[in-house]
């Protein structure tokens, strides 16, 4: 069984930046897929990044230059780096691990971001 953990969400005025992070449990996190995604209010969840165990990146287009996502498999965490903040990025951001056909999610982190 794997636990993933978010943290480092908040409030923050436009143009500004956070530092998301997930903490995995479990032995598969360095040969899984981990992605981020975001949910706004009333909208689908939706992929914002996602790292491969090899460390290839992939972004929505909605934020490529203003976020960079990273891994460290030695300590199991995730991280999502986010620069130059808009309005719109203002969701609750979940954390996902996918091993074969494994998935899993984290419990969501809120992110508000403010004019």
């Known amino acids: 069984q794997v636990q993933l953990v978010e943290s480092g969400g908040g409030l923050v005025q436009a143009g500004g930046s956070l530092r998301l992070s997930c903490a995995a449990s479990?032995?598969?996190?360095?040969?899984?897929?981990m992605g981020w995604y975001r949910q706004a209010p009333g909208k689908q969840r939706e992929l914002v990044a996602l790292?491969?165990?090899?460390?290839?990146?992939n972004y929505a287009d909605s934020v490529k230059g203003r976020f960079t996502v990273s891994r460290d498999n030695a300590k199991n965490t995730v991280n999502l780096e986010m620069n130059s903040l808009k309005p719109e990025d203002t969701a609750v951001y979940y954390c996902?691990?996918?091993?074969?056909?494994?998935?899993?999610w984290g419990q969501g982190t809120q992110v508000t971001v403010s004019t």
């Open positions: 996902n691990l996918v091993r074969m056909e494994y998935v899993y």
């Open positions: 790292i491969t165990s090899g460390g290839y990146t």
């Open positions: 479990g032995s598969i996190f360095s040969s899984s897929t």
